[in-house]
């Protein structure tokens, strides 16, 4: 480690999950920022896209007298922003910022980035156009406040996240070269199109062309601007060794540092908080399994999830489903198992029927139509979880001990059938699993751990090499987190020992599932974000080092 590391006097970071809650890179943000907001006091500015324009957003807590004769001077240019804070622990100062504008000077920009660069954008499509007019305006955020507030003397960093965000980091790079870049790629995106078109990743990675790739999936705009952003920052970074040999197979560029993903405890309750909100959240998913099967949930029950992205193959909710359907005809089982699928679908609305039966209480004996899921959707019929219950004859008919519902919406709170957000639901869990075949780092699993809520996952994900590697070993559930071994092929293999590790949790006895709980709590702390940032110390070093050599050439 650096001794005299470099510190910047001002830190820009830039996502288009700034004040928009979309995925994991919500939750990086936006639990870091209280642990950067104590180090750099309103030194750090997060910028965002205003895409909330017409309605009210409950993360972003506008202020008009913030930075108000810069705001004044940027619009007079065209830049249009709003300023104020990110509703979130710490509450860090927020720019959301109007690109529409920029769509008219599209052609114009991408022929830039093409002569300055080689970004090839001549098969952009779908959010390529989106993103990029994003990424352009954040950027010009970013050089009118530096040049109106800050200027050459002060040392700042400027941190753009994802594909979404390279062509701004580029634009910097150009035109304000007093200011460090850094990249950080969460998944690249050709590794994403590879394993998510059902190509073998891990096996071929070596022999892999990431440009030739890009061609072959129709993803040459994409790959091309996550390329050029990784070889021409001054510190490129990802999020975890997985994805860090992935970059340097496919983008040909290995991180200068690793980040990996941290978690603040203040999302978590303590004490009787926590024994009661626990009680709460098995009250509700309990009460919504038995008004839509109509079959008994005791508080023996155990409650299996998971959660993410609707990625079927990539986050392995086709491996979850197997594992389901061979747990049917396990006779080892000691205790009834619910296991909940809650990831977002293109939903349509909550049932009816089931709202109904929750508005009017009491408990049911009798399934409603279709008791596997708990809300509408657009063309159920080209669902593939629906399918695979289907295909598979898994009814939560009342002789099975087994039952799966499928959650297919954002749970924020407004879903219309639970009306709690994720985290107040996560505590009610017994076990999570999140048996991935492509995941870079793996939020989803801490988030879990963070929780008390011990869980299993696969050796493909960031997070779990992280955990064999803290616990010294094969991580496994007895530890808080059982790793299993996937690879290319063994997906089989793989569902058949998820399902043999919910049949061994539920025959554990409660001193037992007590130690296992506190011990998937304790590997959690060393997630923390404060054990985490000093990563984030060592890119801002090496790119302010990298920045310092170029502007004294």
Request: with cysteine.
């Amino acid at each position: 480690m650096r001794e005299n590391r470099l510190v910047p006097d001002f830190i820009f970071e830039s996502s288009w999950e700034v004040c928009n809650k979309m995925g994991g890179i919500y939750t990086v943000l936006s639990t870091r920022a209280k642990t950067l907001q104590e180090k750099f006091p309103d030194r750090l500015l997060f910028i965002g896209p205003d895409v909330w324009q017409e309605k009210e957003n409950p993360l972003f807590l506008e202020d008009g007298e913030m930075w108000r004769p810069w705001v004044e001077m940027a619009a007079e240019s065209g830049l249009h922003v709003r300023t104020g804070r990110w509703n979130i622990p710490g509450k860090p100062c927020v720019v959301l910022v109007s690109f529409q504008p920029y769509y008219e000077f599209k052609n114009d920009i991408y022929g830039s980035v093409w002569k300055d660069f080689g970004v090839d954008s001549l098969r952009a499509y779908g959010d390529y156009d989106e993103a990029s007019m994003f990424s352009i305006a954040a950027a010009l955020v970013v050089e009118s406040f530096f040049h109106y507030y800050l200027g050459a003397k002060k040392k700042v960093v400027f941190q753009a996240h994802e594909w979404m965000t390279c062509l701004g980091a580029l634009y910097i790079k150009k035109h304000v070269p007093e200011i460090a870049t850094i990249f950080t790629t969460h998944a690249t995106s050709i590794g994403r199109s590879i394993a998510g078109n059902n190509k073998p990743l891990y096996d071929y990675l070596w022999a892999y062309n990431g440009t030739q790739m890009a061609t072959e999936l129709n993803m040459e705009a994409k790959h091309s601007i996550e390329r050029q952003a990784a070889h021409n920052v001054d510190c490129f970074t990802t999020v975890s060794d997985v994805t860090g040999r992935e970059c340097a197979e496919l983008l040909d560029k290995q991180p200068d540092v690793i980040l990996p993903n941290g978690f603040e405890a203040d999302f978590v309750p303590v004490g009787a908080a926590f024994a009661k909100r626990r009680r709460e959240a098995r009250a509700k998913i309990l009460q919504v399994a038995n008004a839509l099967t109509g079959a008994e949930f005791t508080d023996d029950t155990l409650i299996v999830a998971t959660s993410g992205r609707y990625e079927y193959r990539n986050k392995g909710i086709d491996v979850f489903l197997e594992a389901a359907y061979r747990s049917l005809y396990d006779n080892d089982l000691q205790r009834p198992v619910l296991m909940l699928i809650q990831v977002p679908a293109w939903v349509e609305s909550p049932r009816i029927d089931l709202q109904e039966r929750l508005k009017q209480g009491g408990t049911y004996s009798e399934p409603l139509p279709d008791p596997v899921i708990t809300h509408n959707l657009h063309e159920p019929w080209n669902d593939p979880v629906l399918n695979f219950l289907r295909s598979h004859g898994m009814k939560n008919d009342g002789q099975s001990r087994v039952k799966v519902i499928f959650v297919p919406c954002y749970l924020d709170g407004n879903d219309g059938i639970f009306q709690m957000p994720y985290y107040d639901l996560l505590i009610g869990d017994d076990l999570a699993a999140y048996p991935s075949y492509y995941e870079p780092w793996g939020y989803t699993p801490l988030e879990a751990i963070a929780f008390h809520v011990p869980c299993i996952t696969t050796s493909l994900s960031g997070f779990g090499m992280w955990a064999s590697k803290c616990v010294g070993h094969d991580s496994k559930l007895e530890d808080g987190v059982e790793v299993i071994t996937r690879n290319d092929y063994n997906a089989q293999d793989v569902a058949e020992q998820l399902s043999a590790a919910i049949s061994r949790y539920s025959a554990f006895d409660k001193k037992t599932v007590d130690k296992v709980r506190m011990n998937a709590a304790k590997l959690a702390e060393k997630a923390l974000w404060k054990n985490f940032i000093t990563y984030y110390y060592e890119a801002y070093d090496f790119a302010l080092r990298k920045a310092k050599e170029r502007t004294i050439k």
